[in-house]
Nanobody, 119 residues
Framework: EVQLQASGGGLVQAGGSLRLSCVAS????????IGWFRQAPGKEREGVVC???????YYIDSVKGRFTISSDHVRNTVYLQMNSLKPEDTAVYFC?????????????WGQGTQVTVSS
């Protein structure tokens, strides 16, 4: 069973940084697409970044140059380093894992961690 445990959210001022962590179990990193999604109040969940099983990484335009995904295969942990945060980055952030494509019906989700960016 795929399990994902996200942490690291919090309250930060605009321009600040946070690093989210997601401890994963129940699957092999190399075989899965892994990513981060977010959902702001009143909005639909959106994909922020996804790393495919063959090593390609895709970011949404609004976070390019500010957010970086990385992983530690020894610790089975995925990180999202978020720099130069903006108030519009405020959302609940979810880590996700899928044997094929991030966000497909087969995607497994973590429980979410709140990120709040004050202006």
């Amino acid at each position: 069973e795929v399990q994902l445990q996200a942490s690291g959210g919090g309250l930060v001022q605009a321009g600040g940084s946070l690093r989210l962590s997601c401890v994963a179990s129940g699957f092999t990193f190399d075989d899965y697409a892994i990513g981060w999604f977010r959902q702001a109040p009143g909005k639909e969940r959106e994909g922020v970044v996804c790393t495919t099983s063959d090593g390609y990484t895709y970011y949404i335009d609004s976070v390019k140059g500010r957010f970086t995904i990385s992983s530690d295969h020894v610790r089975n942990t995925v990180y999202l380093q978020m720099n130069s945060l903006k108030p519009e980055d405020t959302a609940v952030y979810f880590c996700a894992a899928d044997p094929a494509v991030c966000g497909s019906p087969s995607t497994s989700w973590g429980q979410g961690t709140q990120v709040t960016v004050s202006s």
